[in-house]
């Protein structure tokens, strides 16, 4: 069974970066499919960061691309996200995800958790 | 960018009772449509993907229907753990979501 799990700091200060990761377990990153990063500030919906292919090809959301960076650590079978000077528009919880099939231009199948990052001084 | 519309924001629906629910995209996305169903405090769950076909384990009641830019999700008799919020999403370009449609208690 494909499991997701988030880990990161959970308090972020304004004009920081915020830093994720996403531990994967019961199947390889190696192996294929794209992993994504989606966020849900509270009480609204769902939108999606960006995504990665264990090769480290990685498409971005264009509002966000400017800020965003995505990663794979295919030794540690995790990937990770880093956004950039945030502010508390950006106070969210946050999903690891593995696209279904080989592309980012697929559902999401398996999600993790989520995680709360607050962004506030 | 693919704007999602769904409709209604919320629906009230009596248990036993057959829900419908609408999603509109902004240009066409074909079949390249999904959707999730997510409860309080929980991760979204995948229910349909290429507008019609049920992911594992979804049971029958929950059916997709739709191309183009019409897509609805109706689940035949809504159960007592169908209450939730539930989310259309087009991968037919960088993925865009619906703002959700809450499945409520009448």
């Known amino acids: 069974q494909v499991q997701l799990q988030e880990s990161g700091p959970g308090l972020v200060k304004p004009s920081e970066t915020l830093s994720l990761t996403c531990a994967v377990s019961g199947y390889s990153i190696s192996s294929g499919y794209y992993w994504g990063w989606i966020r849900q500030p509270p009480g609204k919906g769902l939108e999606w960061i960006g995504s990665?292919?264990?090769?480290?090809?990685?498409y971005y959301n264009p509002s966000l691309k400017s800020r965003v960076t995505i990663s794979v650590d295919t030794s540690k079978n995790q990937f990770s996200l880093k956004l950039s000077s945030v502010t508390a528009a950006d106070t969210a919880v946050y999903y690891c995800a593995r696209h279904r099939g080989s592309g980012y231009d697929r559902p999401f199948d398996y999600w993790g958790q989520g995680t709360l990052v607050t962004v506030s001084s | 960018e693919i704007v999602m519309t769904q409709s209604p924001a919320t629906l009230s629906v009596s248990p036993g009772e057959r829900a419908t629910l609408s999603c509109r995209a902004s240009?066409?996305?074909?079949?390249?449509l999904a959707w999730y169903q997510q409860k309080p405090g929980q991760a979204p769950r995948l229910l349909i993907y290429?507008?019609?076909t049920r992911a594992t384990g979804i049971p029958a009641r929950f059916s997709g229907s739709g191309s183009g830019t019409e897509f609805t999700l109706t689940i035949s008799s809504l159960q007592s753990e169908d209450f939730a919020v539930y989310y259309c999403?087009?991968?037919?370009?960088?993925?865009?979501f619906g703002q959700g449609t809450k499945v409520e208690i009448k």
């Open positions: 240009q066409s996305v074909s079949s390249n």
């Open positions: 290429g507008a019609s």
């Open positions: 990665i292919y264990h090769s480290g090809s990685t």
């Open positions: 999403q087009q991968y037919n370009n960088w993925p865009t």
